[in-house]
């Protein structure tokens, strides 16, 4: 079955406008997930929405939405209020500037989605757009409408289509100093910068993402397997902690480690896609 799009209007360059769709490009359906189920009759948990001093059920319409002003006082707010401040969709994404991509912060990327053309017409649009963009290899900054809420997007040329990647807002991103500051500043010799970076070019190698692992995945479908097999359950064995507490010898052993495995360990080929069993039954 074709994936269904997220979203569906026009991308506008100017008074160029081609029809498109947006698909999600990333999902987490793939993963493991679990239900909660009750220990004694094996059968799901069912939430009801209660009046958190009573207990008692409360039905639907009786639920309104509420912003906390402190500890017990609620300023409610109608469904009506927030139709009538919504932004109303114009189903188009209005190509407003193109920014340097080394300019945009990661803190400020939230989630990529692949622009497609809708249908068969607007595909020459589509692509004039597209090879605009990639001929400035820049980002198109435009503005999009997703569930009531305006959002700015980001538009890159991707093969032969077009990635779209959701940008948070100046508000929705910490400063970093409420972090960092407090971090002392110490002092780095050059013999432990020098371990360090003959450590680094030991590991250095290219982007791979086939490379990765995701190890508790893994573990879980092993687990999973087993009980639906009635295997016996062991217990994984704890990796002993480092007795190291200099930092030089730290460096040291961490870069007779780095040699040694690499010398011991040939290169892995790399991994397709794996296809995850699901189980028959899922186990909260």
């Not at 079955?1 to 997220?6: L, T």
């Not at 994404?93 to 068969?120: A, M, Q």
């Not at 589509?126 to 980002?139: K, M, P």
Request: some cysteine.
């Amino acid at each position: 079955m074709a994936p269904r799009a997220y979203w569906k209007g026009f991308l506008r360059l100017s008074l160029v406008t081609c029809p498109i769709a947006l698909f999600p490009a990333t999902s987490e359906s793939e993963k493991i997930s679990f239900n909660q189920i009750n220990k004694k009759t094996g059968h799901r948990i069912k939430y009801q929405k209660v009046d958190a001093d009573t207990g008692e059920e409360v039905s639907n319409e009786d639920i309104i939405k509420g912003y906390k002003v402190d500890s017990d006082r609620y300023l409610e707010v109608s469904k009506d209020e927030l139709d009538n401040i919504a932004l109303e969709s114009t189903r188009t994404i209005e190509i407003d500037e193109f920014v340097p991509r080394s300019e945009i912060d990661d803190l400020y990327l939230v989630r990529p989605y692949y622009i497609v053309p809708d249908g068969k017409v607007g595909h020459d649009a589509y692509a004039v757009i597209r090879e605009t963009i990639r001929s400035l290899d820049q980002v198109a900054l435009g503005r999009v409408v997703l569930t009531s809420r305006e959002h700015v997007i980001g538009l890159e040329a991707r093969d032969k289509g077009l990635m779209g990647m959701l940008l948070r807002y100046p508000y929705e991103v910490r400063d970093s100093a409420e972090y960092f500051d407090d971090i002392q500043d110490v002092k780095i010799t050059k013999d432990m910068l020098d371990l360090a970076k003959h450590i680094v070019q030991q590991k250095s190698g290219h982007f791979d993402p086939s490379k990765f692992e995701d190890h508790y995945e893994a573990a879980l479908q092993e687990l999973l397997d087993k009980k639906q097999k009635g295997l016996p359950i062991g217990h994984a064995a704890k990796r002993a902690p480092d007795n190291v507490v200099n930092l030089m010898d730290a460096l040291r052993a961490s870069l007779k480690t780095a040699g040694t495995s690499d010398r011991a360990t040939p290169a892995k080929p790399a991994k397709t896609a794996r296809k995850t069993a699901k189980p028959k039954r899922k186990i909260g």
